[in-house]
């Protein structure tokens, strides 16, 4: 059965601090995709990045970055120069092609604070 | 803009007293599902279509019904709610992808509290 662990439930950072949030992910498929979803206090779902098993290729979108490690069946998160807008809770999700419906299997979260 | 609504976006109700949360999109997406977000139980996915017509029960089905008559909607709808039932609520939708697993796309969140 696929399985999303974070294991922190919650970090604090000062503004300008550098941040990784872990997901460890278990699945039995060799094909899966892995996205990160980011929730601000408002309480909307925000897509982030989707990655497939495939590619193992990390990946940075201005202060975001992503490190996939299929070794280690890791997909963690990197927030450079953390600002108090990047507050939230931030899931990371799996998802197999052969599961019926699609099913996004979410982690239990990270929230993150950001103090000014 | 491309985007998935709902509404209401927050709901008091009473026991046993049917409701309708609808989901609307508007990227042609074949796929929309319902998701419930709990503390402590996180995302779980309740009803989920791969297109018109064409509905299966997800993780957490008990006590809900949905329909997909229209391809860009797809209400959810509580028959006679319960206190269990409060949640906040998310509709999703995707491309089917033909096997791949496309992004799925959030709406802003429907707040129920059944008392």
């Known amino acids: 059965a696929q399985k999303v662990t974070q294991a922190q439930t919650e970090i604090s950072v000062v503004e300008k601090e550098d941040v990784t949030l872990d997901c460890v992910y278990e699945?039995?498929?060799?094909?899966?995709?892995l996205f990160w979803y980011k929730q601000p206090p408002s309480g909307e779902l925000v897509f982030l990045i989707r990655?497939?098993?495939?590619?193992?290729q990390n990946e940075i979108s201005g202060r975001y970055s992503w490190n996939f490690q299929k070794s280690t069946s890791s997909f963690n998160f990197t927030i450079t120069a953390s600002q108090v807008v990047d507050s939230a809770v931030y899931f990371c999700?799996?998802?197999?092609?052969?599961?019926?419906?699609?099913?996004?299997?979410f982690g239990g979260g990270t929230r993150l604070m950001v103090k000014p | 803009e491309a985007q998935v609504t709902q509404n209401p976006r927050y709901l008091i109700t009473v026991t046993g007293k049917k409701l309708t949360v609808t989901c609307s999109q508007n990227?042609?997406?074949?796929?929309m599902s319902w998701y419930r977000q709990d503390p402590g139980l996180g995302l779980r996915q309740i009803y989920y279509?791969?297109?018109?017509?064409?509905?299966d029960k997800g993780d957490v089905p008990e006590g809900y019904k949905v329909s997909r008559k229209e391809k860009r909607n797809f209400p959810l709808i509580l028959e006679s709610p319960s206190p269990n039932q409060t949640s906040l609520y998310f509709c999703?939708?995707?491309?089917?992808?033909?096997?791949?697993?496309?992004?799925?796309?959030f709406g802003p969140g429907t707040r129920l509290l059944v008392l």
């Open positions: 999703a939708s995707s491309f089917t992808g033909g096997g791949y697993q496309e992004t799925q796309y």
């Open positions: 699945t039995r498929d060799t094909t899966y995709y």
């Open positions: 990655r497939n098993s495939f590619d193992e």
């Open positions: 999700a799996l998802s197999e092609p052969s599961n019926a419906g699609n099913m996004l299997t």
């Open positions: 990227m042609n997406h074949e796929y």
């Open positions: 279509s791969m297109n018109v017509e064409v509905t």
